[in-house]
């Protein structure tokens, strides 16, 4: 796994307070991993800032899975 | 009793009556504090009777890049922004049929937008630290309504249901938002008042006299306290009973 999934999911973990078995590529934050809808404004600003990056509201509704989020690092960040 | 070391206020309107003895007796309980207004010299004569802890950010509140910028100047002077206070206001009354489209844009933009902006602007740092105080100053008036201020009645009521709604939203992350409503205060914006306006005022306060700023400071110093923390959504009125809702 690569280094930007691991530490997006050290963060899923932290915030949600779920198992890290739970957290795989199509988990959905809201409907399997228990987020609400402040939760996913929350991960996403703090993926903002462990990756020193800006995403903008109309692409934060895009990332529904872990498997979104990741991806959407990647590119940012590529 | 409200201990608030180690909290960083912004306050705006910290030039008027009611602002300054916000800021007064929030840096008197440790805050530190950011004083916001559009005039400096009295900002700046303010600052430099609180002393330490006292910092000055101008902004004009009628302007959304200053309104938008005015948290992230707050913080970068104090390191955070724990506690806000919406408390500018301005007034600019007229009978309801001859009020111009400016008058009512200018009190909806300075009294309700701006706080509304100033509310986003702190929330991440707020959510983030898991402890926050938004409180706004609103008025009876938002509550009775008054001839000649449909514009400030509405932005005042406006506020009320902004503060209610976010309430809801950041409950759960230790940031409460509530609302304190002043009757007839001695200020600036009422001693405007002549004698007979305000003998027929005094007549419908059952207290006899009008309320000081410092009465309306101590229940935003309560609202921003530790131990307030479960008080959310609420308005606290502050109007010697002239209206008991």
């Not at chain 1, 078995?21 to 996403?44: C, M």
């Not at chain 2, 009611?18 to 010299?41: D, F, N």
Request: proline content about 3%; overall charge negative.
């Amino acid at each position: 796994m690569s280094d930007i999934a691991d530490r997006v999911k050290k963060i899923v973990v932290e915030h949600l307070g779920v198992e890290e078995d739970k957290v795989v590529e199509t988990a959905s934050f809201i409907d399997d991993l228990g987020a609400d809808s402040l939760d996913t404004v929350e991960l996403v600003m703090a993926f903002e800032e462990e990756f020193g990056i800006e995403i903008p509201d109309d692409a934060a509704e895009t990332i529904q899975t872990f498997g979104d989020a990741v991806k959407f690092i990647q590119q940012a960040t590529a | 009793m409200f201990d608030l070391t180690g909290k960083n206020a912004l306050v705006t309107g910290a030039s008027g009556g009611i602002g300054a003895a916000v800021a007064t007796a929030l840096h008197a309980a440790g805050a530190a504090v950011a004083l916001s207004g559009t005039r400096e010299a009295p900002l700046q004569e303010l600052a430099a009777r609180l002393g330490s802890r006292a910092h000055v950010v101008t902004a004009n509140l009628g302007d959304a890049a200053a309104v938008e910028a005015l948290p992230k100047q707050a913080a970068a002077a104090m390191g955070s922004v724990d506690i806000l206070v919406n408390n500018a206001g301005i007034t600019r009354d007229n009978l309801f049929m001859r009020m111009s489209d400016e008058e009512w844009a200018q009190v909806i933009e300075v009294n309700l937008t701006s706080s509304f902006r100033l509310a986003r602007g702190v929330l991440r740092g707020m959510m983030k630290a898991r402890w926050g105080r938004i409180v706004s100053i609103t008025s009876i008036v938002g509550q009775t309504g008054n001839p000649g201020q449909g514009n400030y009645a509405a932005a005042k009521a406006g506020l009320v249901g902004m503060s209610k709604s976010l309430a809801y939203e950041v409950a759960s992350r230790g940031v409460t938002v509530n609302c304190v409503a002043p009757g007839f205060i001695e200020t600036p914006m009422t001693a405007a008042l002549n004698d007979e306006q305000k003998s027929r005022i005094l007549g419908q306060i059952p207290a006899g006299r009008m309320g000081r700023p410092d009465e309306i400071a101590a229940a935003v110093l309560y609202l921003s306290s530790p131990q307030a923390g479960y008080v959310t959504g609420a308005t606290l009125h502050v109007n010697g009973g002239m209206a008991m809702v």
